[in-house]
């Protein structure tokens, strides 16, 4: 196969600030940086990355992709990411599920796995 997986596409009302909210959540670089679009890496030269794109249309639904991470420490993960700007969301789990679902300033879904040790 000849694909390579060179980045995910996030539409946002402003790109500038949910790529750098993003940089700052994942400890990732900026590769790229416009008013219109930010592109954020692992490392400069490591793929696949995230490119955040100027759209105008609200989000309205929950969204049908999102990100999942497995942190060390999943509560101490949750306490950092909302002291960074992210709030809770919910989605109709039922409480006990083993992640937390928050969402990013502009309300983009992702969710916050219990460490593999636990």
């Not at 500038?16 to 890496?41: N, Q, T």
């Not at 609200?58 to 060390?72: A, G, M, Q, T, Y």
Request: charged share 30%.
């Amino acid at each position: 196969m000849s694909l390579e997986w060179e980045e995910i596409v996030v539409d946002a009302r402003d790109p500038y600030a949910l790529g750098h909210w993003w940089r700052e959540a994942l400890g990732w670089v900026v590769v790229h940086d416009s008013a219109d679009e930010v592109a954020i890496r692992p490392a400069p030269d490591r793929l696949p990355g995230i490119l955040f794109g100027r759209s105008e249309d609200p989000k309205s639904v929950k969204n049908r992709l999102h990100f999942d991470f497995r942190p060390l420490d999943r509560d101490a993960e949750v306490q950092r990411l909302i002291e960074l700007g992210a709030t809770h969301a919910d989605i109709g789990q039922s409480g006990d599920e083993p992640w937390v679902v928050l969402q990013d300033p502009e309300g983009n879904e992702f969710c916050v796995l219990r460490s593999r040790q636990t």
